[in-house]
């Protein structure tokens, strides 16, 4: 389509547009004028929409990699000391302490407030002393949500099945996710809509389509009120599935779900801390996370049913049978 510029006869009012079929069309300037605004405004959009894209993008990037930094220098202390001494329980008899998930904290956190010194931190060791942990996972920019070794009694027992938990969210919405499981060096991670990989290799769910074909965890968490509802849950599923597992480390669950390892898992009382990088990993890796009633996966989100997302609806229906879907009054 050719535009020939009407003369100055014409007074600027029309000009002709030519067709291919050799027929001219006169219209009037303003309106045509008005396209061209609209459509330069479109493109213009575009191009800011790309723009910031790509500055998030970038962003997203250079967190992933202090990320992964911090979790590696966590995982050396974990690697170097398993079977530590326990120094105190928490709430729970069961729910145990040891030096070296402080150290790994602060590891983490002098890494972060090295390259991020604007950035909030929530890591599981230091949350019952900081205080409004709910307003912290609510607030606006970077927030970065740490387990430092999420498995601890795996860890103070001497066996190999924890790993370092790094989520990072912006305004409320997680961007970054690492999980490293050091004592098989495996490195877990995912930004938000570029994909999930395990030592720099994609990673995808599995294929299983039914309970039947799946393997599925669940926790056996301190508090009781969260223990009871997954053993009935598990007492269900035991003649429904290929097989159960109790892992001991909701991290390894959701990398190992993310990377086909398991097909499903849930736990109706977890932290922030013990979700966020994982539910992100799975997500990416074409997995669905959702609360056991099925309700969309935030960060405040406290049980937690994660599948390949083909049996998802299969599971949640058992865990409603069996009055799996929160804690226990």
């Known amino acids: 389509m050719l535009v020939h510029l009407p003369s100055v006869a014409s007074h600027g009012r029309c000009f002709l547009v ?29 191009r800011c929409f790309r723009c910031h894209r790509t500055v998030r993008r970038c962003e997203d990037a250079k967190v992933l990699e202090v990320a992964e930094q911090a979790a590696r220098a966590a995982g050396c202390l974990i690697r170097e000391q398993v079977g530590a001494k326990v120094i105190r329980r928490k709430a729970f008899a069961a729910d145990l302490l040891t030096a070296v998930d402080q150290q790994c904290e602060e590891a983490i956190r002098k890494i972060v407030q090295d390259n991020f010194p604007s950035h909030a931190f929530l890591g599981e060791e230091t ?19 740490v387990d ?8 103070a027992s001497g066996q190999p099945m924890s790993a370092v938990s790094i989520g990072v969210a912006k305004d409320g919405q997680l961007r970054v ?7 098989r060096d495996e490195l877990f991670t995912a930004q938000v809509e570029r994909g ?3 030592n720099g290799q994609s990673i995808r769910v599995s294929d299983a389509k039914e309970l ?13 009120k969260s223990s009871a509802p997954c053993l009935r849950a ?41 979700n966020a990088a994982g539910a992100l990993l799975v997500q990416e890796a074409g997995g669905l996370v959702t609360d056991c009633k099925g309700s969309p996966y935030t960060l405040s989100t406290r049980p937690i049913c994660a599948t390949n997302g083909l049996i998802h609806f299969e599971l949640l229906e058992i865990l409603a049978k069996t009055k799996a879907t929160e804690l226990d009054p």
């Open 234 to 274: 598990m007492t269900e599923l035991a003649p429904k599935t290929r097989t159960l597992r109790i892992l001991g480390s909701a991290a390894v669950n959701f990398a190992w779900l993310a990377c086909g390892r398991l097909d499903a898992w849930f736990e109706v009382d977890l932290n922030a801390w013990d």
């Open 196 to 198: 999930a990989f395990l």
């Open 148 to 155: 430092p070794i999420d498995g601890t009694t795996n860890f």
């Open 127 to 145: 949350a019952e002393t900081t205080g409004g942990i709910e307003e912290m996972q609510a607030q606006e920019g970077w927030l970065w949500v």
């Open 212 to 224: 039947s074909e799946a393997v599925v965890a669940s926790g056996c968490a301190p508090n009781p």
């Open 18 to 46: 030519k067709h291919a079929s050799d027929r001219s069309v006169a219209l009037p300037l303003r309106p045509l004028a008005a396209i061209g605004v609209a459509a330069a405004a479109a493109a213009c959009g575009r």
């Open 177 to 183: 996710g690492v999980i490293y499981e050091p004592f």
